[in-house]
């Protein structure tokens, strides 16, 4: 069977992006049009369907990476800021982006929490993975 690390995860966050858009109730709070992603960045996100991109990518993380917390997360999503003549340093993500998502995550079955260790994908969220997995493995 083919997994998530058999597949590019550039094809396989913008497949699963598509499908939790349209199966699942993953929306974007009201806040999700003016906020920035982070403080190493200028400006909000170019693209109308970032939430959903954005949710699959943390969706895909839990699955490599779990259990994993939010501030790992935040990491990960992070970049490195611009201090004008001082030299870059990185910054993490927003906080507030990964939590929203994971809350979506959980409510929808796919990612469940494990007390002291942070979030995990469920059987129903891997099943999901890897079957979206295996669409773009056949294509």
Request: glycine share 8%; hydrophobic share 35%; charged share 30%.
């Amino acid at each position: 069977m083919t997994t998530a690390y058999d597949v590019p995860a550039e094809a396989i966050i913008k497949k699963l992006a598509e499908k939790l858009k349209n199966e699942y109730k993953i929306t974007p709070p009201e806040w999700a049009k003016w906020v920035k992603t982070g403080v190493h960045r200028e400006r909000q996100p170019e693209n109308p369907d970032w939430w959903y991109i954005r949710v699959a990518a943390i969706l895909r993380k839990v699955y490599m990476r779990g259990p994993i917390g939010t501030e790992k997360l935040r990491s990960l999503f992070g970049g490195k800021r611009d201090r004008k003549v001082k030299p870059y340093r990185a910054r993490k993500g927003s906080g507030s982006i990964v939590r929203k998502s994971l809350q979506q995550l959980e409510e929808a079955g796919l990612v469940s929490t494990v007390k002291g260790k942070g979030r995990v994908v469920t059987p129903k969220g891997q099943s999901f993975v890897d079957n979206t997995a295996h669409e773009i493995a056949k294509e």
